[in-house]
């Protein structure tokens, strides 16, 4: 089995308007290309018209059991109605989880803004995932998204479940020692290339990925995840593959860890 926690379905060729429709069916047949069994849709910290609301995309999987919806929060915006509309999603169980943007926005994750959001977070036991490293817009300041900051957060809210996306690349050894530190952090591996990974960058992240398993132990904390389309499904299946892991090691990366931590319903997927 194959869950990805980390796809969009927001258009970045912001040259041409894609509708949501046509994002959304590009998903659903590079899932079926690859044979990935259940994707989880983040939306963005900001909406308009390349990047869709939470409301937008909740309304536009229904129906598709192989699909999950993780709500993106703008720090900067968000107020009570987005808040209350969040609630009522994490009530009716339609959205999975929900994910904070620091680098693209100018925070720390352990501002105290956010709180009554962490707060909700853990009273529906929820993960709360953490943009991490590089930003793919040069606009966006690096310092805010440096994973060594997951730890105050860690440490302060031991029953938040946290997940630091991209394994904080290029930070990788920082995000390495947080994961270790903390057992409520996961890290997954996605957005770690633009398009496909070439022969001298997979042996490079290859490396690195091998190493921050045999520092932090075995891998029930780290989550498969490609950022589609801003990276390939298939170049990261074929990067997988390449991992010199036992084959039930690479399945926790692969599915098991992220059913346990999104509560997925394994049975459901298996009779699509």
Same mark, same amino acid.
């Given at each position: 089995?194959?869950?990805?926690?980390?796809?969009?379905?927001?258009?970045?060729?912001? #040259?041409?308007?894609?509708?949501?429709?046509?994002?959304?069916?590009?998903?659903?047949?590079? /899932?079926?290309? $690859?044979?990935?069994?259940?994707?989880?849709?983040?939306?963005?910290?900001?909406?308009?018209?390349?990047?869709?609301?939470?409301?937008?995309?909740?309304?536009?999987?229904?129906?598709? #059991?192989?699909? +999950?919806?993780?709500? @993106?929060?703008?720090?900067?915006?968000?107020?009570?109605?987005?808040?209350?509309?969040?609630? +009522?999603?994490?009530?009716?169980?339609?959205?999975?989880?929900?994910?904070?943007?620091?680098?693209? !926005?100018?925070?720390?994750?352990? #501002?105290?803004?956010?709180?009554?959001?962490?707060?909700?977070? =853990?009273?529906?036991?929820?993960?709360?995932?953490?943009?991490?490293?590089?930003?793919?817009?040069?606009? +966006?300041?690096?310092?805010?998204?440096?994973?060594?900051?997951?730890?105050?957060?860690?440490?302060?809210?031991?029953?938040?479940?946290?997940?630091?996306?991209?394994?904080?690349?290029?930070?990788?050894?920082?995000?390495? !020692?947080?994961?270790?530190?903390?057992?409520?952090?996961?890290?997954?591996?996605?957005?770690?290339?633009? @398009?496909?990974?070439?022969?001298?960058?997979?042996?490079? /992240?290859?490396?690195?990925?091998?190493? /921050?398993?045999?520092?932090?132990?075995?891998?029930?904390?780290?989550?498969? @995840?490609?950022?589609?389309?801003?990276? $390939? /499904?298939?170049?990261?299946?074929?990067?997988?593959?390449?991992?010199?892991?036992?084959? !039930?090691?690479?399945?926790?990366?692969?599915?098991?860890?992220?059913?346990?931590?999104?509560? =997925?319903?394994?049975?459901?997927?298996?009779?699509?």
């Amino acid at each position: 089995m194959i869950i990805d926690i980390h796809t969009h379905i927001n258009n970045y060729h912001e #040259d041409r308007v894609v509708s949501l429709e046509a994002c959304l069916d590009k998903l659903i047949e590079n /899932m079926k290309a $690859n044979q990935v069994d259940y994707s989880l849709v983040l939306t963005s910290y900001k909406v308009n018209e390349h990047r869709p609301s939470t409301k937008q995309v909740v309304e536009a999987i229904k129906g598709y #059991d192989n699909l +999950g919806v993780v709500a @993106g929060i703008s720090y900067l915006n968000y107020n009570h109605r987005d808040l209350n509309e969040i609630s +009522g999603y994490l009530d009716q169980k339609l959205i999975k989880g929900l994910k904070f943007y620091p680098g693209y !926005e100018p925070f720390y994750p352990n #501002d105290k803004r956010l709180k009554v959001v962490y707060d909700m977070a =853990i009273e529906y036991d929820v993960p709360v995932m953490f943009h991490s490293g590089d930003t793919y817009a040069p606009t +966006g300041k690096i310092k805010y998204s440096h994973p060594i900051h997951i730890d105050d957060l860690a440490v302060d809210y031991p029953e938040l479940k946290i997940v630091i996306c991209h394994v904080g690349n290029p930070w990788i050894r920082d995000c390495m !020692e947080v994961v270790y530190k903390n057992k409520n952090v996961h890290a997954d591996i996605s957005g770690l290339v633009l @398009g496909n990974f070439s022969e001298k960058f997979e042996r490079f /992240m290859k490396k690195e990925i091998e190493e /921050m398993i045999t520092y932090a132990g075995d891998p029930n904390y780290l989550l498969y @995840g490609t950022d589609w389309p801003i990276s $390939n /499904m298939d170049s990261y299946l074929k990067f997988m593959e390449q991992l010199d892991l036992p084959q !039930e090691k690479k399945e926790l990366i692969l599915w098991k860890n992220a059913v346990n931590l999104f509560k =997925i319903d394994v049975d459901k997927l298996k009779s699509l």
